[in-house]
């Protein structure tokens, strides 16, 4: 049974709570039942040693990843957003996700599957000529309810550019149909502050973070529909069971140790968490691969950013993620004082923290939570996701 990208709810900007670590104290008495478990058994009922288990490359692990991109939770918000959009014109209705959680495609989704038109953002350089806005306004006819599925990409963090934001977000607010708003959540933070965008929408919502029973759920389907074995490389304890159902509570829903861990190290982001499941999955070195295990990688073989790492490096890595990436030679131009740009991204693309996209640099989603915690860590500006 395919599993769809598991965003399946909204929340209040505010409510937002990222998963838990699992509790110590459940996790010590879960690995007293699993060493009297173990010692009941043999051990070549178990599944190879540790040392005859290999990380595998990107093609062999391709039919165990799940299926369908953040398009397949549409079915589960399409009501909500379409009570939204048959609503009553007012202030917008914004949505912000960190990168990775895939709303622009979801909010792209909705808006074919509707029929409703979209706000296309122009090209990062073009924001700096005002003429461009002017001339592609209005994007539709101004009945008709509108959706803008990335609000950063209208961003450009230079004065020029920032008085093309304010005109555009000017204009959205005057729109007379329901609009409906996909923004970054690192965007958003730098927004709020400089602009006080807050002020100017009715609310704001976040996709609910994905717990560990979701990510049991969604990650260790396509497992199950294969017929293949999953194991936690630690442990030995099967992971592709019984899926729980979703809306379970108590023991039904209660997701290993290793699910919570996952859901806990994203933040419940399903991007990131699937990501860091890829560098955690290994199987036999033999080729055989009807059997898979889970193990944390070593730190050598996750993104690390550079022992060097200096105040201009984070402020690089700051506007890449205010801006949800961003051409090269653009980055140089944001960051004062940022002198040798081109030979610290390309060590950053080496460490594989930062990785080409579309003529654009992005923070990858396994180096994202590294990133996160160091900018944390420097006191700059982090979103609240």
């Known amino acids: 049974m395919s599993v769809g990208w598991p965003i399946d709810e909204l929340v209040l900007l505010p409510d937002f709570r990222p998963p838990a670590e699992p509790p110590a104290q459940a996790a010590r008495g879960r690995l007293r039942r699993l060493w009297a478990r173990l010692r009941r058994e043999r051990r070549d009922e178990e599944g190879p040693a540790p040392d005859s288990l290999e990380r595998p490359d990107g093609a062999k692990c391709q039919p165990v990843l799940p299926r369908g991109g953040p398009e397949t939770a549409l079915p589960g918000l399409e009501g909500l957003l379409d009570g939204w959009m048959a609503g009553p014109a007012g202030p917008a209705r914004v ?74 977000v000017e204009r959205l607010v005057a729109w007379p149909a329901p609009l409906l708003v996909g923004c970054d959540s690192w965007a958003w933070a730098y927004l709020r502050r400089a602009l006080e965008l807050e002020r100017q929408v009715a609310e704001v919502w976040a996709p609910a973070p994905v717990e560990g029973s979701g990510l049991c759920r969604w990650l260790a389907a396509p497992f199950r529909d294969r017929g293949l074995e999953l194991f936690d490389g ?152």
């Open 95 to 168: 949505v912000v996700a960190p990168p990775g959680a895939g709303v622009e495609a979801l909010l792209r989704a909705f808006a074919g599957a509707r029929r409703h038109p979209v706000l296309e953002p122009p090209g990062r350089t073009e924001l700096l000529e005002p003429q461009r806005l002017d001339a592609a306004w209005p994007p539709a006819d101004p009945s008709r309810p509108l959706v803008v599925p990335a609000l950063e990409r209208w961003l450009l963090r230079r004065a020029s550019a920032l008085a093309t934001f304010r005109r555009l």
């Open 234 to 385: 630690r442990s030995g304890r099967p992971l592709a069971g019984p899926l729980p159902e979703a809306g379970a509570s108590g023991e039904d829903a209660a997701p290993s140790a290793v699910f919570q861990r996952l859901a806990a190290a994203s933040r419940g982001n399903p991007g990131v968490a699937l990501a860091l499941w890829r560098t955690e999955l290994r199987t036999r070195d033999d080729g055989d691969c009807s059997s898979w295990w889970i193990e944390p990688p070593d730190e050598n073989e996750l993104p690390r950013l550079p022992r060097d790492a200096d105040r201009a490096l984070d402020l690089l890595l700051e506007a890449l993620l205010i801006h949800n990436g961003i051409e090269p030679e653009l980055l140089a131009e944001l960051v004062p004082g940022a002198g040798g740009t081109a030979p610290r991204l390309r060590e950053l693309e080496r460490a594989g923290v930062v990785a080409g996209e579309g003529g654009e640099l992005v923070v990858t989603p396994a180096a994202y939570p590294t990133v996160r915690r160091r900018l944390a860590q420097q006191k700059l500006l982090i979103d609240d996701l």
